[in-house]
């Protein structure tokens, strides 16, 4: 029988990550006027730390394959622009929009295709992911496009961009992420059998 520690290390990660994302989204969408150093390092170092939790969720190995299949290449990007974003906030304020409207669409981008490949593999609620994704893609493009100058209305749809995300992220590892104890080692036959016996 394979460990399951790392994939609920992982998906208990992810919860967490995603319980801050909306909270953090919530207390920029209340106060919008809180200082963009402060909110740049916040977001770096959360984004680090997002990072380091996808990297271990993509090395869990959990039964459907679906929630972190992108988590890789995602958590080094994290982790390399959270650690930069903590560390140089400054270089960053400017373009702090546009560069979490970028990941906030990519990642909801990505979402969409978890959220397809989870209906193919017969997850009931891949609709509730494919939702949560398509909200978050369209609050990172309206981040991206700043349609309402000031930065106060800068903070007010970065608060929306990262509540939207942690949503995204919060409903993607309740619905595609499944630990059984007694899972046994990989192989395709498992994977496949195992999907039959939780979609029925």
Known sequence: MRNTTPMTIAKTGYIIISAILILGGILMIAAPDTSAEIICRAAGITAAIFGAVKLVSYFSKD????????DLAEGILLMVLGVTMAITPDIFIGLFGIILGTVILADGLFKIQT???AKLFGVSKWWLILAAALLASAAGFLLIIDPLDGASAAILFAGISM???????LVTVITAVKIIKNQRPDSEDTIV??????TH
Do not use: E, K, S, T
């Open 163 to 169: 509540l939207a995300d942690g949503i995204l992220n």
């Open 63 to 70: 039964l459907f394959r679906l929630a972190f299949q992108f």
């Open 115 to 117: 959220a397809i490949d």
């Open 193 to 198: 059998v195992n999907a039959v016996h939780y």
